[in-house]
């Protein structure tokens, strides 16, 4: 079974920035395929930014130019620094893991593939 642990999360004005975080941990103990959704009140969960097993990112629309996704030096640890934020960024943002994928175009993955799901953390960004 697979933890997945995430933080950062907090209320912003609009404008300000945010760093989430996301650790891994459980078993097996392997290099696990990490990405970040989001999910706002009435609406369904979305990709958000993902790193995939060539180094290349991949970002919604939405949020590129502004998100920037990178990996810890620890195994299996992600995070996402969101800069400019703004109201329609307020969600919650979760941190999911697979075993098995090596890539995925955020922008159009279903959430479903993904193996194991953190509890999520609340961005909230006011105007």
């Known amino acids: 079974q697979v933890t997945l642990v995430e933080s950062g999360g907090g209320s912003v004005q609009s404008g300000g920035s945010l760093r989430l975080s996301c650790a891994a941990s459980g078993s097996p103990d392997i290099p696990y395929y990490m990405a970040w959704f989001r999910q706002a009140p009435g609406k369904e969960r979305e990709g958000v930014a993902a790193?995939?097993?060539?180094?290349?990112?991949s970002y919604a629309e939405s949020v590129k130019g502004r998100f920037t996704v990178s990996q810890g030096n620890t195994k299996n640890t992600l995070y996402l620094q969101m800069n400019s934020l703004q109201p329609d960024d307020t969600a919650m943002y979760y941190c999911?893991?697979?075993?098995?994928?090596?890539?995925?175009?955020?922008?159009?993955?279903?959430?479903?593939?993904?193996?194991?799901w953190g509890q999520g953390t609340q961005v909230t960004v006011s105007s």
């Open positions: 790193i995939n097993s060539d180094g290349s990112t």
């Open positions: 999911a893991a697979d075993s098995s994928l090596q890539s995925v175009v955020i922008g159009k993955v279903d959430p479903s593939i993904f193996e194991y």
